[in-house]
């Protein structure tokens, strides 16, 4: 791992590891008789399978044929690895729908089955998104300048719709650290729009600890 080089997946597979990480503990630990919780435990999966499958196509779209432009065929593995995951997604989906719909008395074994199906989904993520860090990482930087990888990212993100943007940045601000968030929108505030600057510090503020939004703001003000 090159430290100092800019690493395209950094911000974006933490906010995705938390996402993962959490929609599965959540569900695992669902009161399955309360029609409230399931209902939000529900959303948030359903949510995450959502965030997933549009991840993978951002890298489809803006990452790999960059790999691919300087050595054809070294996204190979990467391109079949999503489609194998695009699998899961709908078989993930299925399952969720199943438990919306399912008698209560059903309910915990769709769960379970739910929960471990997705378990494995999520491991399968963690291993894959280092492979990414590790190994297209390596590809970017033998053929990219950091400002070149940069301008990939920012083709990436203009691609996103405002709602989509909202919310990747969510759970990319609450899983990165304050000084990646110091950063990351004091480089907002110079290069961003003024309302999508403001767009993303009201994100931050309704979704960080009060603790940690109260050191950002006053790091943002000196
Ligand atoms: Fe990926």
Redesign the pocket.
Known sequence: MNAQRYDIYSLIHKGLRSCLTEALINLGRVDLSSEAELGTVLVQVGDLLEICRG??HH?NTFIHPAMEACEPGVAAG?YS??DQ?VVMIGQLQSLLAQLQQCAAEARPQVAAQLYRKLAVFVADNLA??HE?ETDNNAVLWRHYSDEEIHAIEQRLVQSLSPGDNARYMRWMLTAMNHQERETLLTAMREQAPAPVYEGVLSLARSNLPLPEWDKLELALAC
């Open positions: 991840h993978l890298e990467m690895h999503h995951h894959h998104m990414e």
